[in-house]
C-alpha cells in the first residue's frame, strides 16, 4: 500500500475519505430521514414511470430456468435464482436490483403478475445473512427501492391482503436501510442514485409527505455538485447523462403529479442533460465511446430525446466536461479534449486524451473500443489504456496511469490516475469548415513529449485531415531520458466496416458509405476488439501508424469519403 502512496500522493488523500466514507456507514441514519424508521410505508398514492426498454421474451427466458443480465446468460434451473452464489458479480447486482420487473409489467398478464410476486416474496422470504453482501451496496439497494415502487401495480396485481401489509413493510425497511447506509454512498453516481431513490420514496407515499422537502434538498445540492453547467456529469462519462435521466425524468413527473414544486436543480439538471445528450450522439443515434461509455439502449435514448425542447444543431463544444463535436454535410467528429476527471470520480474513466470517433451519415467509421457490459472482465481494464483509443500512444504507455497496488484495487477500485494537467483546446469555425487544435502533457514526465493533435473537418463534410506533433518539453533539441519510445497513432474501427490495403490506401466501407486513408507514414490494417457491444466483445480492426518521434515529431494523416 506504501507504494501506491509513492506513486502518487493523491492516492492517500483518496484512501482517508474511502476509510471516512466506510466508517460514516455504521452511523445513525441521516438528519431528515429518521422518520423512514416506521415500519409500514403505508399504501402507494403514485409510482415512478420506468423509461427503460422492455422485453417480453425475457419473461418466456426466466420460465425455462435461464436470466440474461448484465451481459451473462445464467442457469438457475428450478431454485430461486437469489440463492445462486458462483453468479458473475454484475450478473448479481442487476438481479438484486430488481429492475428485470419491468419485463413482467411490459407483458402484463396474469401469469406474468404472479410471477413478479412469487419472485419478490422469494425474495423477501430470505433471511439477510442468506443475501450477498453486494445485494445492500449503495447503488443495487438503490435501484431496488425504485424498482419496487416502480412496478409496484404488477407485484401487487390481485395480491391479497397478507402479502401487501409485506410488501409496503419492506418498501419502509429498505428506505429505512438506505437512508441509514445515505451518509457513506461513494462519490459520483452511487451517491446520486441514492438521494434520487430516497426523493422517489419520499413523493410516492402519503406517509412520506414531510420527507419531501429535505429529500428534494439533498437530491438538489447532489445534482449541483455533480452536473456541470454544460449537462455532462463529472465522470465524463457520456453514458451517465441517458441512465440519470431515465431516473430524473420520472422523478419530475412524481414531483408535478403530487402537487409538489419541482425543484429548481433538478429541473435545471435535466434542461442541461438532454442537449449534453445529443451533443454525444453519433448519426446512427450511439452515444460516443468515452470513459467507460458502452453501447446505450437506442428505444431508452429515442425516449429521452422526446422530452428534449430544444431547437437547432446540438452544441459545438461541452468545455466544462471537455468534449468537442465537428460536424459538416452528414459527418460527425467527436473529441475529448478534457482533463481526466478527479481520482475520486474515476473508477471507470479512461485513458483517452485527444482521442477521437467519427461517424458518416447513419454509419459510424472510427470508434475508440469502448468499456464492456460485463463489469468482472479482465478486459474491462484493458479497454482503459490509451491503446483502446483511437489517439495516439507512445512508447506503449497510456497517457494517464493507473493505480499499481493490489491492495489499493480491491479497496478503491481502480481509479484512473491524472497524467495530463492541462489540455489547451482551440477551435476554428469557417465557411471552409472546422479547425480543432488541443494538447496534452500526459507524456511529459515519462518520455518528455508534449502531444498536440489538429483536425480539420472540411465544409462539405467530405474530408478529415489531422496532423498529430510531439514537442519536447524537457528543452528544445533535448533527448528525454532513457530509450527513445516509438509512436503509434491508431484509428479503431467500427466492428461493421469492412477495410482493405491497396497501394493508393486503406479503402473503408460501412454500408453505402465509402472512405479512404492515407497517412505521410505507411499504415497497416491490423486486429483490433469492440468491448462495447452488449452481446460481448466482437473482432474488429485498425489502422496503425508507426513513427520514430526522435526522427519525425509531425505526422498527418486524412480520411476522405
Not at 309 to 323: F, I, M
Not at 337 to 346: I, R, S
Not at 447 to 467: K, N, W
Not at 502 to 512: A, E, K, Y
Request: net charge positive.
Amino acid at each position: 500500500m506504501t507504494t501506491g502512496f509513492v506513486d502518487e500522493p493523491r492516492l492517500a488523500g483518496l484512501m482517508v475519505r474511502e476509510t471516512v466514507r466506510r466508517l460514516r456507514g455504521v452511523g445513525p441514519a441521516i438528519v431528515g430521514f429518521a422518520p423512514l424508521a416506521g415500519r409500514r410505508a403505508g399504501r402507494i398514492l403514485a409510482v415512478p414511470v420506468d423509461l427503460r426498454r422492455a422485453e417480453p421474451g425475457f419473461v418466456e427466458t426466466f420460465y425455462s430456468g435461464r436470466l440474461s443480465l448484465a451481459g451473462h446468460d445464467v442457469e438457475f434451473g428450478s431454485r430461486a435464482p437469489f440463492l445462486l452464489r458462483g453468479a458473475p458479480r454484475s450478473w448479481m447486482a442487476e438481479l438484486h436490483g430488481f429492475g428485470w420487473l419491468r419485463h413482467f409489467t411490459e407483458t402484463g398478464d396474469a401469469l406474468s403478475a404472479e410471477q413478479a410476486r412469487v419472485l419478490v416474496a422469494d425474495w423477501l422470504a430470505l433471511d439477510r445473512r442468506a443475501l450477498p453482501r453486494l445485494a445492500f451496496d449503495h447503488e443495487v439497494a438503490a435501484r431496488r427501492l425504485i424498482s419496487w415502487l416502480a412496478h409496484a401495480p404488477i407485484v401487487l396485481a390481485q395480491a391479497d391482503a397478507p402479502f401487501r401489509r409485506r410488501f409496503e413493510t419492506a418498501l419502509a425497511r429498505e428506505a429505512r436501510r438506505l437512508s441509514r447506509a445515505s451518509a457513506s454512498a461513494p462519490e459520483g453516481l452511487p451517491r446520486l442514485l441514492v438521494r434520487i431513490a430516497l426523493a422517489t420514496a419520499a413523493l410516492c407515499q402519503p406517509g412520506r409527505r414531510s420527507l419531501v422537502r429535505p429529500a428534494a434538498k439533498l437530491l438538489s445540492d447532489e445534482l449541483d455538485r455533480q452536473i456541470y453547467p454544460d449537462g455532462g456529469h463529472v465522470s465524463r462519462n457520456p453514458a451517465a447523462i441517458p441512465a440519470l435521466l431515465a431516473d430524473l425524468l420520472p422523478l419530475r413527473q412524481l414531483f408535478a403529479h403530487r402537487n409538489q414544486a419541482v425543484p429548481r436543480a433538478l429541473f435545471s439538471a435535466i434542461d442541461r442533460m438532454l442537449p449534453a445528450l445529443r451533443f454525444f450522439l453519433h448519426g446512427d443515434g450511439a452515444v460516443a465511446l468515452f470513459n467507460g461509455a458502452a453501447l446505450a439502449d437506442r428505444s431508452l435514448l429515442a425516449m429521452l430525446l422526446r422530452y428534449d425542447e430544444t431547437l437547432g444543431e446540438p452544441a459545438s463544444a461541452l468545455r466544462q466536461t471537455g468534449y468537442q463535436r465537428l460536424a459538416a454535410g452528414g459527418t460527425v467528429l467527436l473529441a475529448d479534449t478534457g482533463l481526466p476527471p478527479a481520482p475520486a470520480h474515476a473508477g471507470e474513466a479512461h485513458a483517452g486524451t485527444l482521442a477521437f470517433e467519427f461517424s458518416s451519415g447513419r454509419r459510424r467509421m472510427v470508434v475508440n473500443c469502448g468499456a464492456t457490459t460485463r463489469a468482472e472482465d479482465a478486459s474491462r481494464r484493458l479497454a482503459r489504456n490509451t491503446a483502446a483509443h483511437s489517439t495516439l500512444v507512445l512508447g506503449d504507455h497510456s497517457s494517464s496511469r493507473f493505480a499499481k497496488s493490489p491492495i489499493l484495487d480491491r479497496y478503491l477500485g481502480v481509479p484512473l490516475l491524472p497524467g495530463p494537467t492541462r489540455v489547451p483546446a482551440s477551435r476554428e469555425d469557417t465557411g471552409e469548415g472546422h479547425l480543432l487544435t488541443a494538447a496534452h502533457d500526459g507524456y511529459r514526465l515519462p518520455f518528455g513529449f508534449v502531444h498536440e493533435r489538429q483536425i480539420h473537418l472540411s465544409g462539405d463534410g467530405r474530408r478529415i485531415e489531422g496532423v498529430d506533433r510531439l514537442f519536447q518539453a524537457t528543452g528544445r533539441n533535448q533527448r528525454p531520458a532513457g530509450d527513445p519510445p516509438l509512436g503509434m497513432l491508431r484509428f479503431h474501427l467500427h466492428p461493421d466496416v469492412t477495410a482493405d490495403e491497396t497501394q493508393s490506401g486503406i479503402r473503408l466501407q460501412h454500408g453505402d458509405e465509402i472512405w479512404w486513408f492515407r497517412s505521410e507514414v505507411p499504415a497497416r490494417l491490423e486486429d483490433s476488439i469492440f468491448f462495447a457491444d452488449p452481446a460481448g466483445a466482437r473482432p474488429s480492426a485498425q489502422i496503425s501508424v508507426v513513427f520514430d518521434p526522435m526522427e519525425r515529431t509531425q505526422l498527418g494523416w486524412c480520411f476522405e469519403r
